[in-house]
T-cell receptor, first 113, second 109 residues
Framework: NAGVTQTPKFQVLKTGQSMTLQCAQDMNHEYMSWYRQDPGMGLRLIHYSVGAGITDQGEVPNGYNVSRSTTEDFPLRLLSAAPSQTSVYFC????????????FGSGTQLSVL | RKEVEQDPGPFNVPEGATVAFNCTYSNSASQSFFWYRQDCRKEPKLLMSVYSSGNEDGRFTAQLNRASQYISLLIRDSKLSDSATYLCAKGGGSYIPTFGRGTSLIVHP
């Protein structure tokens, strides 16, 4: 059972570089989301999707883009990385209404120098 | 003010102790609440959903107080393995939960 798969697990970027964090789920979940976790800040929602072709902004969307071309995949793009984006990133998914349990990926530790 | 507030702790308790965490929330329209457990450098995992009538799972009891807008988690007979960060969350209008900052629990021998 793969569940939610995130890659890479670790990444170091230089300021200004771009990259994509990958997230895939094999549970046919409608809802997918990206969170970042910083010390003392808890989990903050970046972007989310309620289905293929539908995305929306969360609490801290600036500097990130997402797309949802398939039900399975929800990549997070950093267009021009900044040191403030150094964080641990978690992708999560859940099924439709009536079941709000979130399944998380194992996280990506990103450092921007 | 964050929608979900938690005391970050750490709560440092001996094995066998009973410990309780509270989590306050804004937006009284919220319908669903949860406790997640997160081990160091790991992803959060659902511990319990919180129902209006309260719910219990072994040593863990969760309560919801709508009048005062808080949820609680009680852990009885603490084990070393209970050491973790406990995140409370409330269901959002978009069905994407909002999380608190987490409460750190350290259980020592």
């Amino acid at each position: 059972n793969a569940g939610v798969t995130q890659t890479p697990k670790f990444q170091v970027l230089k300021t200004g570089q771009s990259m994509t964090l990958q997230c895939a789920q094999d549970m046919n979940h409608e809802y997918m989301s990206w969170y970042r976790q910083d010390p003392g800040m808890g989990l903050r929602l970046i972007h989310y999707s309620v289905g293929a072709g539908i995305t929306d902004q969360g609490e801290v969307p600036n500097g990130y883009n997402v797309s949802r071309s398939t039900t399975e995949d929800f990549p997070l793009r950093l267009l021009s990385a900044a040191p403030s984006q150094t964080s641990v990133y978690f992708c999560a998914s859940r099924s439709g209404q009536g079941n709000e349990k979130l399944f998380f990926g194992s996280g990506t530790q990103l450092s921007v120098l | 003010r964050k929608e979900v507030e938690q005391d970050p702790g750490p709560f440092n308790v001996p094995e066998g102790a009973t410990v309780a965490f509270n989590c306050t929330y804004s937006n009284s329209a919220s319908q669903s609440f949860f406790w997640y457990r997160q081990d160091c450098r790991k992803e959060p995992k659902l511990l319990m959903s919180v129902y209006s009538s309260g719910n219990e799972d072994g040593r863990f009891t969760a309560q919801l107080n709508r009048a005062s807008q808080y949820i609680s988690l009680l852990i009885r007979d603490s084990k070393l393995s209970d050491s973790a960060t406990y995140l409370c969350a409330k269901g959002g209008g978009s069905y994407i939960p909002t999380f608190g900052r987490g409460t750190s629990l350290i259980v020592h021998p």
